[in-house]
C-alpha cells in the first residue's frame, strides 16, 4: 500500500446489499475521528437505507464530507491523482464485486474501486451474501489477489456483545483496523 497524506480522506461506498447499518456506523465513527470521507451511493443502497433505517439517503449523506453522485464517473475519486487512504464498500454486492474484480465498471462505485487497486491503495470488500457458489468464490479469490481485503460482516460472540450496535461497532472497528484507523474505546478478544 502506498503512503499516503493522514489527512487524505476514505472513500466510502455503499452497494445495494442488505447492511446499510455498517456504512452508517462507519461514517459516524469516521465524522468522530475527524477523519474525512468521500462518499458515493448506488440508487438501490438508497431503497436498502430507507427499508432498513429510519433514514433517508439526504439524512445519511449529511454524515460524509464530500457526496459524489454514482453517475459522476468523471468524479475526483475517478481518477488515479486523487490521493485517499483507500475505499471501504459497505455493504458490497455481488453485482459491486463482480465488475470490481472483471475491472468492467459501469459506475462511480465501481469506477473508484477499481482506481483504488490500480493505484496500490486499500480496498475493503464488506461483501453480503450467503450461501456463495464456485463463480462468486472465484470472483472473491480474483479481488484478493489483486489486493482487495475480503471482509465479510461477521460477529464476534467471543465479545459477548448485548445488543445489534455492538456488534456492528465491533465489525467496523475492524475494518477500520485495516486503515490502522479503529477507534481506542475498540473491544479486542483478551482472554
Known sequence: MKKTDAKAPVIVGVSGASGSIYALRLLQILQEMQVPTHLVMSKSAELALSLETDLRARDFKTLASK???IS?????????S???RGMIIAPCSVRTWSEI????TSSLLTRAADVTLKEQRKLV???RESPLHLGHL????T?????????PPVPAFYLKPQNLEEMVDHTVQRVLDCFDL??????RWNP
Request: no cysteine.
Open 82 to 84: 486523487f490521493v485517499s
Open 182 to 187: 479503529a477507534p481506542a474505546d475498540s473491544r
Open 125 to 127: 470488500l464488506m461483501v
Open 67 to 69: 457526496v459524489y453522485k
Open 143 to 151: 479481488l484478493s489477489e489483486m489486493g482487495a481485503v475480503i471482509a
Open 138 to 141: 472465484r470472483s472473491l479469490t
Open 72 to 80: 459522476d464517473v468523471g468524479a475526483a475519486i475517478a481518477s488515479g
Open 101 to 104: 474484480a472483471t475491472g468492467v
